[in-house]
Nanobody, 118 residues
């Protein structure tokens, strides 16, 4: 059974930081690209940041320079460090895992709320 369990969300003030974690189980973590998506009220889900199995990263423009995605293959965990947070970063954040070798194997976490107050 595949599980992606997010943690680290919460309420922070504008300018603050959040460090999100996603612990994966039931998958061969090292062959999965991992991503963080978010969905704000009334908006579509968008990719925030992703990291390939080889460690290549990409970010949505709105978080570039403020966020860092990283992974620990020994702990089957992916992290998203977000700094200089803004109210517009408020959203439910979802962890995503996508197998880079076998198409169609994609999994989602249940989501975690991140709220930035002005």
């Amino acid at each position: 059974q595949v599980q992606l369990v997010e943690s680290g969300g919460g309420l922070v003030q504008s300018g603050g930081s959040l460090r999100l974690s996603c612990a994966a189980s039931g998958i061969f973590f090292s062959v999965y690209a991992m991503g963080w998506y978010r969905q704000a009220p009334g908006k579509q889900r968008e990719l925030v940041a992703a990291i390939s199995s080889g460690g290549s990263t990409n970010y949505v423009d709105s978080v570039k320079g403020r966020s860092t995605i990283s992974r620990d293959n020994a702990k089957n965990t992916v992290f998203l460090q977000m700094n200089s947070l803004r109210p517009e970063d408020t959203a439910i954040y979802y962890c995503n895992a996508e197998n880079e070798r076998v198409g169609g194997r994609r999994y989602w976490g249940q989501g975690i709320q991140g709220t930035v107050s002005s």
